[in-house]
């Protein structure tokens, strides 16, 4: 026999601790209306409660740990101090953290950047050489250099970025936000995905978890059909619109006997969509209807297989959030290591950023020259970055005390740097920001307050930025 915690606290805590549960989530409940909406159109757009700069979100994810002392972290000390041992009050401030364990595989040797850094814009950035081509929006990023994780392991701290939780089970950033406003496109998708190979965890990342099914993220195919098996075979195609039309109606039958079940309207909002999906996910998958001079730009043939690939999925991108998609995540990763570079850093990060850097640069300027940057928030980041000790032959080991975000677009203040590590870029000092910061203020920039966004499970109110409400809205970055 199950018992739930209020029959529990109410039978065996003389009823006193059930009473104060009880008036915490009826406080709760009162200051955080639930979000409405109509199950059988569960992706209509819905009003931001707050004032709104950003309308929808593309979340660039480096997968593996870029490591921000040889990206956008520039550190000369590091590079002043390369074989000498960590200093000693750094390891003292470390190892009375939950972060010792980033010293463990590593060798008591700093390890200088093998990437130059030079600045860009009015700003004065300082960008590696990796990426040098996305160096040219410099004016445009919002850069957060105190980011911290509480795992230093890849799988919980991807889950931990991508949902607020380092364990599974939790709906994703992507479900959070069409939960909450919807989706400005009735024909795709509202959270869509696009991937080679996703991040350690697999597709917990990016599940609905606990939210309604239509939140869940769809996966797109930036070559060929978007979606496999799309469309009939020639010779059925002149009567689906009738068939189409007599199974909604049975559904609709059956579910009048059925009311409640989210599942099931849930299937039926989807199987809506694909019909609708028909025509639009094939237009907006026809990336040979873009200028040759900008898929060149893009870099969508480039002889680098991994750079077409991105680049690909970073033009679907900007056609999809045109469209009115209102989350789209792409990841960089196209096997299993992504930015891992425990050995020979040099090489895996320069391939890495190959593939990306000109994608990226070239998304960012097409937004701007569209008009689509200020009501698209850009994020780049990763789970963790990577030590200034080296580890194995020239690597460098995962890093979850500081490592570094950027932002562009959708509201983020151009040019701001936010947060500090340390002169080696081995811990954050300077306002170390969790995940749930970050979250707070992505939703913040959308209109929503991340207090007010929850669903309610087994009793409690859940959020993506967590129950304890702890999570601050960053003043500098949300205005």
């Known amino acids: 026999m199950s018992i739930d915690r209020r029959r529990f606290l109410g039978r065996f805590g003389c009823g006193f601790p059930a009473l104060a549960l009880g008036a915490l989530d009826a406080k ?83 390890m200088p950047s093998p990437f130059a850094f030079r600045q860009h814009g009015e700003s004065g950035l300082w960008v590696s050489e990796l990426f040098g081509q996305t160096a040219a929006h410099a004016d445009k990023l919002c ?22 939780e380092v364990n599974g089970g939790k709906a994703s950033i992507g479900s959070w936000v069409t939960y909450g406003l919807g989706s400005e496109s009735d024909s795709l998708p509202g959270y869509v995905l696009l991937f080679e190979a996703g991040p350690l965890g697999g597709a917990t990342n990016y599940s609905h ?63 809506e969509l694909a019909y609708r999906m028909q025509a639009a996910a094939l237009e907006v998958g026809d990336l040979e209807s873009e200028p040759a001079k900008l898929r060149e730009r893009y870099g969508c043939d480039h002889p680098n297989a991994p750079t077409a690939k991105f680049a690909r999925k970073c033009l679907m991108a900007r056609r999809l959030v045109e469209r009115g998609v209102r989350f789209v995540q792409l990841y960089d990763m196209h096997e299993k290591d992504g930015w891992d570079g425990h050995g020979k850093l040099r090489e895996n990060h320069a391939a890495r950023a190959l593939a990306c850097d000109a994608p990226i640069a070239a998304l960012l300027g097409d937004l701007e020259e569209r008009g689509l940057l200020d009501e698209t928030l850009v994020v780049w980041a990763s789970e963790f970055g990577r030590t200034p000790m080296m580890q194995g032959e020239n690597g460098r080991q ?51 307050d991340h207090e007010q966004l929850h669903f309610e499970v087994g009793g409690r109110l859940e959020r993506l930025t967590g129950v304890q409400q702890m999570a601050r809205v960053l003043p500098e970055i949300s205005g």
Request: with cysteine; glycine share 10%; charged share 20%.
């Open 28 to 110: 709760a409940r009162a200051a955080a209306p639930a979000v409405h909406f109509d199950p059988t159109e569960p992706m209509r757009p819905r009003r931001p409660p707050l004032r709104a700069n950003a309308k929808s979100v593309i979340f660039l994810y480096m997968v593996g740990g870029p490591g921000s002392m040889d990206t956008f972290d520039h550190k000369p000390e590091l590079q002043a101090r390369g074989g000498q041992k960590v200093p000693d009050s750094l390891r003292a401030a470390l190892e009375g953290s939950r972060h010792a364990n980033v010293f463990e595989g590593c060798k008591d040797e700093l």
């Open 398 to 448: 995962h890093n979850a005390a500081g490592f570094t975000v950027w932002m562009a677009g959708g509201g983020a203040p151009a040019g701001l740097r936010l947060g500090a590590t340390d002169e080696l870029g081995l811990m954050a000092t300077e306002r170390p920001l969790p995940f749930r910061d970050l979250h707070a203020t992505i939703l913040r920039l959308l209109g929503i």
């Open 209 to 271: 978890g606990f939210l309604p099914a239509a939140f869940g993220g769809t996966r797109l195919r930036d070559a060929g059909p978007p979606v496999l098996d799309l469309l009939p075979p020639d010779d059925l195609r002149p009567a689906r619109g009738a068939t189409f039309q007599a199974l909604r109606d049975l559904n609709l039958l059956h579910r009048a006997a059925r009311p409640g079940f989210d599942e099931l309207d849930a299937r039926i909002a989807s199987y």
């Open 143 to 164: 850069v957060v250099h105190s980011m911290q994780a509480e795992s230093n392991n890849h799988a919980p701290a991807s889950l931990q970025m991508h949902t607020g």
